[in-house]
């Protein structure tokens, strides 16, 4: 019994490991294309660099 609870477990944390990769890797895309939205915001106004 403890071997089925151990495995059992063991299968629940590698599939929540797995789906917080893709949710990461998924947020992290999202956050790339915010990041474009705002640059090619910023590159429309016109505004001066401030090199």
């Known amino acids: 019994m403890k071997r089925l609870t151990a495995l059992l477990l063991l ?3 590698s599939a ?3 789906t ?6 998924g947020a ?3 956050v790339q ?3 474009q ?3 090619d915001a ?4 016109g505004g ?3 090199d």
Do not use: I, Q, S
Not at 20 to 25: G, L, R
Not at 42 to 45: G, I, K, Q
């Open 20 to 25: 917080a990769c893709n949710t990461v890797e």
């Open 16 to 18: 929540a490991t797995m």
């Open 48 to 50: 001066t660099d401030p």
């Open 37 to 39: 939205k705002v640059e």
């Open 42 to 45: 910023a590159d429309r106004t």
């Open 28 to 30: 992290g895309k999202d």
């Open 33 to 35: 294309k915010a990041g």
């Open 11 to 13: 299968a629940l944390f």
